[in-house]
């Protein structure tokens, strides 16, 4: 089968496309032919060498849609491996798939058969791609740990990632009210085209004083540094905020305002199955349709993943798989 694969960290350059021999299932596992894979951060920091526990050579990708060729049923895969029983913490041994264990971005993949479900009929193949590790993170950041309502406001900072995105797309589902911030002007147009009520550039180093103190019920963060700190600062009393990343690194944060003010401040990594069936069912009672930032051919690899690294999309980047 064809299979992108890595040999050495230095960058998305040294993805390459190989002939290799499909897997072969385990008991309790289904083969799987992937139609559709999409990036996530985390394959570009895999390539970069800054991502824990790699072993290579592997072949990466979380996310991925296909068809059982047993069955010929259309199915999405759960990209999260040995989440365990406790729902609210994954297990020690959990793990990704596509870093340790060979991934999506190859014509079959074996995975655990728990881990298999339909596709949502209403989505594309692409579409179904680029939905697994994205949607099941921002469903549980929105609703498990952000326990969302409708009428409160959620701060989204950093759009045009997909979580970000999806984050917006499940927050308005619910009729909850939204505020975006990106640095780059396309990117707020995209996000008030997908129903953004305020969007706010923050090149502007006070961009959070366009936000009245109170004003937020949520925040749903995965940058830190000092955007976190002043997301902080305009939560309601008891607030929340739901905390999946760091791509602007560490943060000083003022201890005072959190305690006075009754604030939460959640860690989330991933979901649980209960959190995969649950944002399946969300995506399908609302008729989502993921954010597709552009759909590349398998042999054009090297150029998605770059993609990814520059920080360009808006949305995710789907590879088709022959």
């Given amino acids: 089968m064809k299979a992108v694969r890595l040999h050495e960290v230095g960058g998305p350059q040294n993805l390459r496309i190989e002939e290799i021999e499909p897997p072969v299932p385990a008991a309790g596992e289904t083969l799987v032919r992937i139609r559709a894979a999409a990036f996530n951060r985390r394959d570009v920091f895999i390539t970069q060498g800054l991502y824990p526990g790699i072993a290579l050579p592997r072949t990466l990708g979380s996310d991925g849609a296909g068809f059982d060729p047993k069955s010929e049923t259309e199915v999405v895969i759960d990209p999260m491996?040995?989440?365990?029983?406790?729902?609210?913490?994954w297990a020690g041994d959990a793990s990704i798939l596509g870093m340790p264990h060979d991934g999506?971005?190859?014509?079959?993949?074996?995975?655990?058969?728990?881990?298999?479900?339909?596709?949502?009929?209403?989505l594309t193949m692409e579409e179904a791609g680029a939905i697994p590790l994205a949607g099941?993170?921002?469903?549980r950041a929105t609703f498990t740990r952000g326990q969302l309502e409708a009428g409160e406001t959620v701060l989204i900072p950093g759009i045009g990632g997909g979580v970000q995105t999806f984050v917006l797309l499940f927050a308005k589902a619910v009729g909850a009210r939204t505020i975006v911030t990106s640095g780059t002007q396309a990117k707020l147009d995209r996000a008030r085209a997908l129903g953004a009520d305020v969007t706010i550039n923050y090149a502007d180093p006070e961009w959070h004083k366009q936000i009245k103190r109170g004003e937020v019920d949520l925040v749903v963060d995965s940058s830190g540094g000092d955007t976190l700190n002043k997301a902080l600062g305009l939560l309601r009393p008891g607030g929340r905020a739901v905390l999946y990343g760091g791509t602007r690194l560490e943060s000083t944060i003022r201890i005072f305002p959190i305690f006075w003010n009754h604030l939460d401040i959640r860690g989330t990594s991933m979901g649980s199955p209960e959190d995969f069936r649950g944002m399946l069912d969300f995506v399908t009672?609302?008729?989502?349709?993921?954010?597709?930032d552009h759909v590349y051919a398998m042999d054009e690899v090297v150029t998605a993943a770059e993609r990814m690294a520059a920080a360009e999309q808006f949305g995710k980047i789907v590879l088709t798989i022959p």
């Fill in 285 to 292: 009672k609302h008729e989502i349709r993921p954010v597709v």
């Fill in 81 to 89: 491996l040995g989440w365990g029983g406790n729902p609210h913490l």
């Fill in 136 to 139: 099941l993170t921002a469903y």
């Fill in 104 to 122: 999506t971005f190859a014509q079959y993949v074996a995975v655990p058969t728990a881990n298999v479900y339909p596709k949502p009929a209403h």
